[in-house]
């Protein structure tokens, strides 16, 4: 996985508990309907509770006035014991009843029951002939006993409500049933409608992840005409493109400096495109004999021949942190300290030019006329203009200067299999290295003549690094039978 794929993944990693939607959507629609019957079940017990007091009133009505006739006659024989008679056997007979009082006009009172002042109340109205509730918290029915035409007494009866806690109970207990009833089945509907309208957002989330970990060959079945297949197609699309855009990137990166090709498919503004003055090493590496062996050779040998020993200096190269600038021809060039910066860019530079030699070696590719390939090597150290060197057209991002041309020229000192460089190079190297000099020679393009000289590796800590990094760029990118082949002449 590469850089860029791995910090995606890093922002796509969840932070919070997953919840999904179907359980999000059911619990919404959950509480949706239970509030509904909650509100539904208090109207429906305030319309039925008006309903059971209107039907109250009319039976109070009856029973009220059934009483005040059956009490005129023994209040005007002055017959305590028959009034209290019939107000028992009414208190007795009649359900729901709990109390009863009977006041004539000279405010003598008989009761059952507990009162509750209801006496103050009675003083305090004016009733009629018809039977009225009372304003109390309790359910008091009262009206006037009239004789003819006269008013002679007050009767009162209050009734409980215990008929309506039993409806109101039962009501509750078949709404509470239904209620349940049809949380459960909505509940399992929008689960199950839900889920079908989730399960194309589920496979949306499972194929960003598998996007988002660098996988473009994921793609989504499209189905149906609506907003999610919708979605599906425009992801399939945005998936392909994201896919070409890959494809693009890593060709690009074959011919560019991979760095840069990311800085520039991914916007960002590192600085790496800008026109500047850098101190680099520069390593230069072509053939020897290359004229001759390609007029004696088959076009394709000469191409398999160069690749091989491209592709292991190039992973030799990018061990050491350089970067191959381009291939010219026969010839290899590499840059160190950009675009990635590197303080021991010289020492890197040495040892990467003495590690190529070694895979020169090891490679031992021997041409028609019994002479082995080998590589010509110069490097040297200096200020060069980094930019972007070509016509509008068609652009080149390289080093120029008259470091490059010096590198250039040490290549062309040497003999096969060395690595010639200046000695204000080779002093820059650090220790761990030997320097055969070659005297002062005159180099085009140098006013001053140049010491210059090869360098070699002299400590055994820097020589197993340095077969590490030959080993390794076998490894990587030789097939296997040309590293059978290696591994035989080693032997």
Aim: proline content about 2%.
């Amino acid at each position: 996985m590469t850089n860029h794929s791995a910090a995606v993944e890093a922002k796509v990693k969840r932070t919070s508990p997953r919840f999904p939607v179907r359980w999000r959507w059911t619990l919404v629609v959950g509480v949706a309907v239970s509030a509904a019957v909650v509100v539904l079940s208090m109207i429906v017990l305030d319309m039925e509770r008006a309903a059971w007091l209107q039907n109250q009133e009319t039976q109070a009505g009856i029973q009220v006035n059934r009483l005040g006739d059956e009490l005129k006659i023994p209040m005007l024989a002055g017959s305590s014991a028959e009034i209290d008679f019939v107000m028992s056997n009414f208190s007795e007979k009649v359900p729901y009843v709990e109390a009863v009082v009977f006041k004539n006009n000279s405010s003598k009172v008989w009761s059952i029951g507990e009162l509750e002042q209801i006496e103050d109340i009675l003083y305090a109205l004016e009733l009629s002939t018809k039977t009225t509730r009372l304003p109390t918290d309790s359910l008091w029915f009262a009206k006037k006993v009239t004789y003819g035409g006269a008013d002679v007494a007050v009767v009162a009866v209050r009734y409980s409500e215990e008929a309506w806690e039993n409806l109101a109970s039962d009501l509750l207990r078949r709404m509470l049933f239904a209620a349940f009833g049809v949380i459960l089945l909505s509940g399992v509907l929008v689960y199950w409608l839900t889920g079908r309208l989730s399960k194309p957002l589920e496979e949306l989330a499972l194929a960003a992840r598998h996007v988002a970990q660098g996988n473009y060959k994921y793609r989504l079945n499209v189905v149906g005409n609506d907003e999610l297949s919708d979605a599906a197609s425009q992801f399939n699309k945005m998936v392909d493109e994201l896919e070409h855009k890959e494809e693009m990137r890593e060709v690009l990166g074959r011919y560019l400096n991979p760095e840069l090709v990311t800085d520039v498919f991914d916007g960002a503004s590192s600085g790496l495109l800008l026109n500047r003055k850098l101190e680099v090493t520069v390593l230069f590496a072509d053939m020897v004999g290359f004229t001759a062996f390609s007029e004696s050779t088959e076009t394709e040998e000469v191409v398999d021949v160069l690749n091989q020993h491209f592709e292991v200096f190039h992973s030799i190269i990018d061990y050491y942190g350089g970067n191959v600038d381009k291939y010219i021809g026969d010839a290899v060039m590499a840059v160190f300290n950009h675009p990635k910066e590197d303080d021991n860019h010289v020492r890197n530079a040495v040892m990467a030019g003495v590690a190529m030699t070694e895979a020169c070696r090891r490679l031992a590719i021997l041409r028609k006329d019994g002479a082995e390939v080998s590589f010509r090597l110069g490097l040297n150290c200096g200020d060069v203009i980094v930019g972007n060197i070509g016509a509008a057209e068609r652009l080149e991002y390289t080093v120029i200067g008259d470091a490059v041309n010096v590198a250039s020229r040490m290549g062309g000192l040497g003999q096969g299999g060395e690595v010639v460089l200046p000695l204000s190079t080779f002093e820059r190297a650090g220790d761990g290295f030997s320097f055969k000099d070659m005297g002062d020679i005159e180099v085009k393009g140098v006013r001053e003549p140049l010491r210059c000289g090869v360098v070699k590796i002299t400590d055994d800590t820097l020589i197993d690094d340095m077969c590490l990094s030959v080993g390794l760029a076998f490894d990587l990118t030789l097939p296997t039978n040309v590293r059978t082949i290696i591994g035989d002449i080693e032997r």
